[in-house]
Every structure is written in C-alpha cells, then in structure tokens.
C-alpha cells in the first residue's frame, strides 16, 4: 500500500459517518467561490517552502497536525483538481506529489499515528503523559467545570471559526492509554490569530489545554478529528491550564468559570453578528479563516497570508449563486465520490 | 419494568439513558426553562444553543449526523444525544415526558 492509499483509507473512515448540516455552511457554499485560489496560494507556498526549508521547519510553520489535515482535505486536493481539469497547471502528477509531500509534514508532525488510521491522534510522548498521570494537580472536585468548559471552548472555536474551519483555533489530541480501563483526552485551544479574522473577540486566554482522564477504554479519534466511543464518556479527573510561551500555568476554579462565561457570551455574540452578516461576507469571513490555515507557511517564506482581489472578485461574480445554490444541483455525493474527490491521482470530472 | 412504546428512532450522538420532560426550542425561540434536566428538543443545534445544552440531560435532533454540533457539545458535556431523528419535532410535544435511549437510539413513552 502507497502512502496515498492510506491516507484515502483514513479519508474513508471519516466520511463513513452520517455528515451534519452544519452552522453557518459547509465547504461548499463558503469554498465553491474561492477554492481554486485559495489551493493555488496553498501549493505555491507549500512548494516555496519545501524548496527553501527542512521539513521539519515547514511543519512546524502549522500549529496542529489536524490543521495539515484539514487543508489537505479541505481546499488543497479539490482545488488543485480543478486547477487541472480547467488550465492543466499543476499537473495531476504533481498534485500526487505535493499531497504526498503534505502527508509527509503530518508524519513529521504526528509521527505516531499521523493518519489516525488506528483512531489515534498522538503527539505527546509516554513521559510526558505519565508526568501528567502522577502529578497530583489532576482534580476531580469540579468535573462539571471541567465538561462546561471543553463544551464552551468547543462552540467558541465553532462560532469564530465556523464548522468548516475550527481546527484553526482547536485540537483534540489522545487517546493515550494510561490504563487498562483509563485513557487521557488532550484539548487544545489557539485563539491567537482571532483577531486576523475577527474585530471582536473577547477576553478569551490566547493558548489553553485541558486534560480530560476517562474511565473508558474505547474512545477513538479520526482524521476529521471525530470523537467516537462505544461506551458512556466517564470523567474521572482534569487538568486546564493556559499555555504562555509554552510554559503551562494551571488555571484555578475561579479562573475556570470566568472563561466559561466569556466562551459562552462570546459565543452567543458571535452567532449573532454572524447571522446578521450579509452573505457575501459570511463568505469573505470564510476566506480569511480558509487563507488564515497556512498564515504560517506565508510567514515562512515571507508573503502575505490573506486572500488577493482575485478572491473578492471571485466572491463578487459567484458568492450568491453558490450560496443559494443556483449553480448546481446540490446532490448528495457517495462514499466512493467522496474518495474519487479527495483522490490527488484521479482527475477531476 | 418493560419500555413504552418506541415514539421514534434516531442515530446515537452520544450514549446513555435518561428520563424528562422534552424541551422544544428553536432558531426563534431559544426560551431557557426554570429547572435544569430537560430533554433538547430541535431541529438542529447552533452555536447559539449553547446554555440549553449545558442545562439539559439529554439532546434530541432532528437533522444532522454524529459531527454536527448538538453531537459534539453532548459529546463534551457527557450527556445522552440522538441526531438525525426524522420527524422527532412532529411526533414529540413539548413538556411530554419520555425516556430518551441514546445508546439504542430510541425515544421511549413514559407513562
């Protein structure tokens, strides 16, 4: 098996599960407009960076792994695919290339399980996760605290990053077996870059982790970082802290509930502001969230991260027909367009 | 003692058993009831639905799949959820009591 048949292994895995109908839009509305644009600017500065930089630098130049993940399936496949049907610029062969260069940064990224292909998603090595397990600062005295506030954090990621791109201010990490009946979760939250996309953003800490200890053995997690267990989540025990320079500072109660109230006001406020958006910026604000991925691999090779005005004359010309819909017919795809979509060897239709 | 009737069937979000009251609520009606543990009852959840999850014990949907974000938030929060339950805001009324399986996917009549 290639490391390109894996990795539509992974992707066929994720795609299995039924899909929601999400807020404020899937990919589609937001990413029909742009997405040749936004794939074009991710493999210039993906092929810049290969170029001039280690990979170990250009994988670094992402905070997550999921985020590789994300754009790998998000704009980069798709969009280059229709690059190719359309102009033959890049070729289909070097599409292949240039996923398998993308899946390459995960490794380095992920290198224990970087496709999740054993529903896994594991970046903290075994020392770190026993420091974590034998400390005495895991609580168990405010569990519901701890449920409220992944809960908070998970919408305020979905509301300012809409569901299409959240993994640019989140991350689920683990499961990491701590014990035959016992696995850890890992959340982590980036709001560093919210205020590139977003005017307000509220008083929310930039870098916060949380460590969740369940009595549970089964939870998994895929490549689209679905969570899925067999059994009820128990919550043992937590741990959150706020991250500063990498240096982590355990947040108290008191510190806890002033962030749940700020998540979840921020949250409120933003789905409002969102909704009474007009739609072509709901689609703009979709763009900088989508440009906003590779922010780190722009910086790198010293270029501007956010969308050109061929994006907004894009969105201008064909925003409101494929936000209402009028361009195609909007059938449901199979499981086997789904993997001939995100296939880079095989040409789009 | 047996289950009630089965009113509807929907795809487990999250698992776990639990009786209530059903709580109806909306895009335009997104009223917080004065005692916790209700049953979420909606088409579908938003970001904006946020308080009512956290205040309730169960979570039913009527669209959206195990990835949708009523799925995730129950996910979080740790309570029983069922999504893509078709016709789930017809079939059920608000303040019904029922008794909601999310491990089966089925929403049972309590009597």
């Known amino acids: ?349 | 003692m047996g289950e009630g009737k089965v009113l509807l069937k929907g795809v487990c979000a999250n698992k776990g058993v639990v009786e209530g009251k059903v709580h109806f609520a909306s895009d335009d009606n997104l009223v917080l009831p004065k005692e916790n543990g209700f049953i979420l009852l909606c088409n579908q959840t938003n970001p904006a639905y946020l308080i009512l999850l956290m205040r309730s014990s169960g979570v039913i949907t009527e669209t959206g799949g195990i990835v949708s974000h009523a799925a995730i938030v129950s996910r979080e929060l740790g309570i029983p959820c069922i999504v893509g339950a078709k016709d789930a805001t017809a079939v059920l009324k608000h303040g019904q009591k029922i008794k909601l399986d999310a491990t089966s996917g089925a929403v049972y009549e309590c009597p």
């Not at chain 1, 397990?133 to 509301?159: E, H």
């Open chain 1, 1 to 349: 098996m290639s490391v390109l048949d894996d990795y539509i292994e992974s992707v066929r895995i994720a795609y299995s599960k039924p899909a929601g109908n999400n807020w404020p839009a899937r990919g589609r509305q937001l990413m029909s407009s742009y997405i040749k644009l936004a794939a074009q600017k991710q493999f210039a500065v993906l092929e810049k960076a290969r170029e001039r930089f280690s990979k170990k630098e250009v994988a670094n130049a992402f905070w997550s792994a999921t985020q590789i993940r994300y754009i790998i399936t998000g704009e980069f496949v798709v969009g280059l695919k229709l690059c190719e049907r359309d102009f033959k610029d890049p070729s289909l062969q070097k599409v292949a290339e240039s996923t398998e260069y993308l899946l390459s940064l995960l490794q380095e990224k992920s290198s224990k399980d970087y496709l999740c292909l054993g529903g896994k998603n594991n970046l903290l090595t075994k020392e770190k996760v026993e420091e974590i397990i034998n400390s005495d600062s895991l609580r168990s005295d405010s569990l519901q605290q701890a449920k409220m506030l992944s809960a908070s954090l998970a919408s305020f990621s979905w509301a300012f990053g809409y569901d299409t791109h959240f993994p640019n201010f989140m991350d689920i990490h683990g499961p990491y077996a701590v014990s035959s009946d016992k696995q850890l979760l890992v959340r982590d939250y980036n709001f560093e870059n919210l205020n590139l996309v977003w005017e307000k953003t509220f008083d929310i800490p930039k870098r916060i982790r949380i460590y969740l200890l369940y009595k549970n053995s089964d939870i998994s997690i895929d490549w689209e970082l679905h969570t899925e267990t067999l059994s009820e989540f128990i919550l043992e025990k937590f741990k959150a802290v706020e991250m500063i320079r990498g240096e982590e500072r355990e947040l108290s109660l008191d510190e806890i509930s002033k962030i749940i109230d700020v998540a979840s006001e921020g949250t409120m406020k933003q789905v409002e502001y969102v909704n009474a958006l007009p739609v072509l910026d709901k689609i703009r604000k979709g763009a900088l969230l989508s440009f906003l991925q590779i922010k780190g691999l722009a910086d790198l090779v010293g270029e501007d991260w956010k969308p050109s005005a061929e994006v907004e004359q894009a969105i201008l010309q064909r925003g409101e027909d494929v936000w209402f819909g009028r361009t195609s017919s909007p059938k449901k795809p199979s499981s086997d367009n789904w993997l001939a979509t995100f296939d880079p060897r095989i040409p789009k239709e």
